[in-house]
């Protein structure tokens, strides 16, 4: 019923940037929180930043300073953008929202999840 898509991941080296994008569609209704998490190999998923529907943003210490969410309501969209990338932001970079969505003539809400999308830090 909703799908997100990132895209923007790739390679890039030490003190580079990158601007991650997710999409949201399917029979939205609205569209609460969205974030970004990430999974490096042998290590835990861990959120990297959110942001509410009126744009109030949390995140990871490890990212402050240099990462900027942001979100364009009225597309469904959720933005990453990653600056002064090291090499220990190396992951797989997961979207995620909080959607109410339309299902058999009812109204439902979800956590929904993307697919991932790999960003590689070279030294």
């Known amino acids: 019923q909703v799908q997100l898509v990132e895209s923007g991941g790739g390679l890039v080296q030490l003190g580079g940037s990158l601007r991650l994008s997710c999409a949201a569609s399917g029979s939205i209704v609205r569209i609460g929180t969205m974030g970004w998490f990430r999974q490096a190999p042998g290590k835990q998923r861990e959120l990297v930043a959110d942001i509410t529907s009126d744009n109030n943003t949390n995140y990871a210490d490890s990212v402050k300073g240099r990462f900027t969410i942001s979100r364009d309501n009225a597309k469904n969209m959720v933005y990453l953008q990653m600056s002064s990338l090291e090499p220990e932001d190396t992951a797989v970079y997961y979207c995620?929202?909080?959607?109410?969505?339309?299902?058999?003539?009812?109204?439902?809400?979800?956590?929904?999840w993307g697919q991932g999308t790999q960003v590689t830090v070279s030294s």
């Open positions: 995620n929202a909080d959607v109410t969505y339309r299902s058999m003539m009812r109204h439902l809400r979800s956590n929904w």
